[in-house]
């Protein structure tokens, strides 16, 4: 066997078999940091009657829980070691990390499964928004203002024209579920499949980013069936977010205005921007909120302060003591209050889950005759070279695996 593989040039590759049993261990050490839930501050507020049952998530991954560093595996709360307490806030979960260096600052159940709302708009953002030419002028079909009754919508009407800066403006200032299904009709090609193509993307994007939690539905985060992320997911998508220059400018827009379509007698109107956090948080870049009456409030936003940038997200909250930006930008004070080597965990980016390469090259199209005439010759060694290929599928199976469970923090966090 040891002859075999080294004849293929992969000798080296023996060694990382041991990783199922090394997967197998942080599987275990993440199972048993998870059960020692230490429970994250709340304040004392009655819950609000009727509110509807949250949906079944899937069951707990141990490994996917432990994606940026073991110590997020928890459905409670964990913060640096020393540091002084996250504020009470009504979130079921949320996270605070830096978006520039992707060190996790602290959390509460960062991979926990919640329902999105209308933060899922930022993954639509994450996956389509360069896709897209603002300048170019659209006409909108009855399908895009196919959206639950009730729901927030920035006021589209059927065959009317507009840019897609305008949709991208309705879509984060005011919510806009009809700018989400367009945009997604859009980018998917146009046609009548246009929104599902797109939700394809979107959660082809999440897995590409390492957003194993998240799974879209909607383009526009209304709730579906089996649609979740969680905190350290949407903080990922966050940081793509802001890394796009489009995106930055949308977010931080204070109020824009709708165009009249004079053919359809439609006057113009202005509207305005529903996250507060940019009116009243200094050094805010913007941000995201979403509610619907399963997910609650979600919320992910963002602000700078001493040439340090810290993103926060939330999801499962209530309005009162607190609305959701109000929450955030508590713990983004929480945040910049901690010295800049504080962490507890790490974003991953894209590289890091990248798979290795087939150390096999492909064959020839064309192989010389002589090759094949020695192939049949060596027909006897056929059932080891079959063993050297499940060898190298093997190690190329468990190989993202293992770079997943070696993000590690720069300091070992403690857990309060």
């Not at 605070?96 to 991979?111: I, K, N």
């Not at 659209?138 to 009730?150: F, K, S």
């Not at 894209?350 to 027909?379: E, F, N």
Request: glycine share 10%; charged share 15%; hydrophobic share 40%.
């Amino acid at each position: 066997m040891r002859r075999c593989l080294a004849a293929l040039g992969v000798a080296a590759l023996t060694v990382p078999l041991a990783v199922p049993a090394q997967a197998a261990a942080s599987a275990q050490a993440a199972s048993a940091s998870a059960a020692a839930v230490v429970p994250c501050p709340k304040p004392k507020v009655a819950p609000p009657p009727n509110r509807p049952p949250r949906p079944v998530p899937p069951p707990d991954d141990p490994v996917g829980s432990a994606i940026g560093g073991d110590a997020l595996a928890t459905h409670g709360l964990v913060v640096p070691a020393g540091a002084k307490p996250p504020p009470a806030v009504t979130a079921t979960t949320w996270m605070v990390a830096d978006l520039d260096t992707g060190e996790v600052l602290g959390g509460c159940g960062p991979h926990v499964f919640q329902t999105p709302a209308s933060v899922q708009k930022t993954l639509l953002a994450a996956t389509v928004i360069d896709k897209l030419d603002p300048k170019q002028r659209m006409t909108v079909v009855p399908g895009d203002l196919n959206i639950e009754a009730g729901s927030s919508a920035v006021g589209l009407v059927v065959g009317g024209q507009y840019q897609i800066s305008t949709l991208w403006l309705g879509l984060m200032l005011n919510s806009g579920n009809d700018a989400a299904n367009a945009l997604a009709r859009l980018a998917g090609g146009g046609g009548a499949d246009g929104v599902a193509k797109t939700v394809a993307a979107m959660n082809a994007n999440a897995r590409r980013l390492g957003a194993y939690q998240t799974h879209a539905v909607t383009p526009s985060g209304l709730d579906g069936p089996g649609q979740f992320t969680s905190a350290y997911d949407l903080a990922l998508i966050a940081r793509v977010c802001f890394a796009n220059a489009d995106f930055r400018r949308y977010v931080l827009t204070e109020r824009a205005q709708m165009p009249a379509q004079p053919k359809l007698k439609k006057g113009g109107f202005q509207f305005q921007n529903e996250n507060k956090l940019i009116f009243n948080y200094p050094g805010a870049l913007g941000g995201k909120t979403g509610f619907t009456t399963v997910a609650r409030h979600s919320y992910v936003g963002a602000a700078q302060r001493n040439g340090r940038r810290l993103v926060v997200t939330l999801l499962g909250a209530e309005a009162r003591p607190q609305r959701g930006w109000q929450q955030g930008a508590s713990l983004l004070d929480w945040g910049f209050s901690l010295p800049k080597d504080e962490s507890v965990g790490k974003l991953v980016s894209p590289d890091d889950l990248a798979p290795t390469p087939s150390p096999i090259p492909k064959p020839d199209k064309a192989a010389p005759k002589a090759a094949v005439t020695q192939a049949k010759r060596d027909d006897s060694s056929q059932p080891m070279s079959f063993a050297a290929a499940a060898t190298v599928a093997l190690v190329l199976a468990v190989t993202p695996l293992l770079l997943l469970l070696t993000q590690r923090r720069r300091r070992r966090p403690g857990r309060r």
